[in-house]
């Protein structure tokens, strides 16, 4: 039984571009083999969602799909046959008449032969969408990778022109592409964040007849940090600091992608008082050289526990504490 595209991706036969987009999009994500690299089904899933969006994700060929189903491969031949049933008034060239459907008739050898079916004319090839999950220090730094796509290439039977001496290619069926997973190393420039779309230009679908290939568009998903929180271009983290640090002031370690620096705590330091340290954070997307910040937030630490001596000297202070509000105001 054939596959239905539609049912591939989960969405209705009548649901719009950008539903259809997001729906490839989800799926993709979460059955690309990188990201489920002890899961053995997950490539050939991932393959049948890059199929149903090759097709479904172009307007001329999702067109095809909707009126021909799975024989959309050969509508060009069907619609030149049925013009020639009406010319000829319901006789085919020669005297031969159409009976039945006619996406019911094998088409490669006899109707490309008859009319040399194949493509019309040069044109672009598909643009390719894949999952580029990376972790925050590779989205500051740049992060290459080698990933496996899972693509076409030129027939090397037809040389993409899809006919072969007039006829249509059986190699490729016509369309002047054959599948040809490959590797390709690629790289996403520092400052990216989830949601960037990435071109690599030249890197999708190859063309047909001669025309250039498509683009192919990385799409970043940045993993979540232990240590930071990314918000725009700046970064926050939380910074441990001594309840007496607070207290008395001090200095103290705070985390940053580049590694810890020194941060001052003035005296009284309330417990979630932030610190803006300029140009520690995220790089700024095609801006070499800008950075945004890093925010400490400052998380006070109290004692676990306090010797005999500790605790004599706090209930001191807490007594003077006490004396100096219970204390009259000076007239």
């Not at 999702?62 to 049933?85: C, L, N, P, S, V």
Request: charged share 30%.
């Amino acid at each position: 039984m054939a596959t239905d595209f539609y049912e591939t991706l989960g969405v209705r036969r009548d649901a719009p571009a950008k539903e259809l987009r997001a729906a490839y999009r989800r799926l993709a994500r979460r059955h690309h083999p990188d990201v489920n690299p002890n899961d053995a089904g997950a490539e050939a899933r991932f393959k049948q969602i890059q199929q149903a969006w090759d097709v479904l994700g172009d307007e001329e060929t999702r067109a095809r799909y909707d009126k021909y189903g799975e024989r959309w491969e050969q509508a060009e031949q069907i619609e030149e046959m049925e013009r020639q049933r009406a010319r000829f008034g319901g006789g085919g060239p020669g005297g031969f008449s159409f009976e039945g459907n006619l996406a019911d008739f094998d088409l490669g050898g006899l109707f490309g032969g008859v009319f040399g079916g194949g493509p019309r004319g040069p044109r672009r090839g598909q643009d390719v969408e894949t999952p580029f999950v990376i972790a925050l220090e590779e989205a500051a730094a740049g992060a290459t990778r080698t990933i496996t796509l899972q693509g076409a290439a030129p027939c090397a039977a037809c040389g993409g022109e899809g006919v072969v001496g007039g006829a249509r290619c059986h190699a490729c069926r016509g369309e002047g592409q054959s599948a040809a997973p490959r590797r390709l190393e690629v790289k996403a420039p520092p400052g990216v964040r989830t949601g960037s779309r990435v071109r690599i230009a030249g890197e999708g679908r190859p063309g047909r007849g001669g025309g250039p290939p498509g683009d192919l568009y990385l799409l970043v998903e940045v993993r979540p940090h232990d240590r930071f929180e990314r918000h725009g271009d700046d970064l926050l983290a939380e910074v441990a600091v001594p309840w007496l640090d607070a207290l008395l002031g001090g200095e103290v370690e705070a985390p940053t992608l580049d590694g810890r620096v020194l941060l001052t705590i003035p005296p009284l330091t309330q417990n979630g008082r932030r610190f803006r340290l300029g140009g520690k954070g995220m790089p700024v997307l095609g801006r070499a050289g800008r950075r945004g910040d890093l925010v400490a937030r400052v998380s006070v630490r109290l004692p676990e526990r306090l010797n005999e001596r500790e605790r004599e000297l706090l209930a001191e202070l807490r007594r003077q504490g006490a004396d100096a509000s219970a204390a009259p105001a000076a007239g």
